[in-house]
């Protein structure tokens, strides 16, 4: 893990959106199909990917959702998958939140950033939808 870290510890919290955002967007949908995946789960990912804003206009929030994501989510079918770099997108992904909150994914602040990103919608619609219903 060093190595990882050692290779991680100059990138800048965009610059390791920037890694994640290029390779979701070149090889998603691909990885995607290529797993089975119910229609459900994929239309939500597919969703979250045309949601995402590009690097230059992502903010922090839009950034530590899609981290997030990455580790819990709709993008954790993407965990284990490797860039050009040969670094895992769940090994960016957990420096970028380690390294700005002190628990990382669990950490309160987190939480209460990804709810100003307008991806939070899309990446908590079916779970909104669920609690709307049952209002």
């Known amino acids: 893990m060093e190595s990882i870290n ?3 510890k100059d990138l800048s919290e965009t610059k ?3 890694r994640i955002y290029g390779w979701i967007q070149s090889n998603a949908k691909k990885a995607l ?3 089975q995946t119910s229609q459900e789960s994929y239309e939500n990912v597919t969703r979250l990917i045309e949601a995402m804003p590009k ?12 981290f997030s994501e990455v580790l819990s989510g709709h993008f954790e079918y993407f965990y284990m ?5 040969s670094v895992k997108l769940s090994e960016y992904a957990r420096h970028a939140l380690t ?3 002190e628990m990382g994914l669990h950490d309160a602040r987190l939480s209460a950033n ?3 990103s307008p991806l939070y919608l899309h ?3 079916k779970f909104v939808e669920d609690q709307n219903a049952e209002s």
């Open 123 to 125: 990446s908590f619609k």
């Open 55 to 66: 690097p230059d206009a992502a903010s922090s929030a839009d950034r530590d959702i899609i």
């Open 6 to 8: 050692g290779a991680l």
């Open 114 to 116: 990804v709810k100003k």
């Open 81 to 85: 998958e490797t860039d050009e770099n």
């Open 16 to 18: 390791i959106y920037e």
């Open 99 to 101: 390294k700005k909150y």
């Open 33 to 35: 199909q290529d797993r």
